[in-house]
T-cell receptor, first 113, second 116 residues
Framework: ETGVTQSPTHLIKTRGQQVTLRCSSQ?????VSWYQQALGQGPQFIFQ???????GRGNFPPRFSGLQFPNYSSELNVNALELDDSALYLC????????????FGPGTRLLVL | AQSVSQHNHHVILSEAASLELGCNYS??????LFWYVQYPGQHLQLLLK??????LVKGIKGFEAEFIKSKFSFNLRKPSVQWSDTAEYFC??????????????FGAGTRLAVHP
């Protein structure tokens, strides 16, 4: 069974640029959630995708957007990067959209200069 | 707003000492509860979870947690820690509501260092 994978592992961008992060869900999982983990804090929920549609969203501005593909992999896009967007971005997959346990990938560490 | 509080940000113990990490949440409805662990250089891993039933749940590596609904708490315990338990521990809550999506609210984490 393949776990959750994310790419790239590290990324450096400058303010105002755009970034795309990728996630492959665990085998058999149809739901992907994205989290932002700033240094010294717990992960914060960005949004969830279920069957290729955004299913729920946390307190993040519209410049954070995503996609889910028919194979359940997902992308997180961030436009107009700000310094505060520097963080570890985590992807988690689950076998359903409500109560099921989420399994996390290793994350992508983004640094915005 | 829903939130999760972890009482200790840093804990230092000697091997064989007992461990209890506190976790409280603010949400009056039904919840699913989790403890995740992040070992140095590794990704978040599930330690244990509570969905329903017996409020005392057992997880991997000898960890257990007790859900006390009246206190909105889900404390993590281990009777005797090992050096390999050195890690960061996160309590997380999934508040179940009509929105029907799976949103985890995390605490800020507790860094545990176990000395041989």
């Amino acid at each position: 069974e393949t776990g959750v994978t994310q790419s790239p592992t590290h990324l450096i961008k400058t303010r105002g640029q755009q970034v795309t992060l990728r996630c492959s869900s665990q085998s058999g999982h149809n739901t992907v959630s994205w989290y932002q983990q700033a240094l010294g804090q717990g992960p914060q929920f960005i949004f969830q995708y279920y069957r290729e549609e955004e299913n729920g969203r946390g307190n993040f501005p519209p410049r954070f957007s995503g996609l889910q593909f028919p194979n359940y992999s997902s992308e997180l896009n961030v436009n107009a990067l700000e310094l505060d967007d520097s963080a570890l971005y985590l992807c988690a997959s689950s076998s359903g959209r409500a109560q099921e346990t989420q399994y996390f990938g290793p994350g992508t560490r983004l640094l915005v200069l | 707003a829903q939130s999760v509080s972890q009482h200790n940000h840093h804990v230092i113990l000697s091997e064989a000492a007992s461990l209890e990490l506190g976790c409280n949440y603010s949400y009056g409805g039904t919840v699913n509860l989790f403890w995740y662990v992040q070992y140095p250089g590794q990704h978040l891993q599930l330690l244990l979870k509570y969905f329903s039933g017996d409020p005392l749940v057992k997880g991997i590596k000898g960890f257990e947690a007790e859900f006390i609904k009246s206190k909105f708490s889900f404390n993590l315990r281990k009777p005797s820690v090992q050096w390999s338990d050195t890690a960061e521990y996160f309590c997380a809550v999934n508040p179940l509501f009509s929105g029907g999506y799976n949103k985890l609210i995390f605490g800020a984490g507790t860094r545990l260092a176990v000395h041989p």
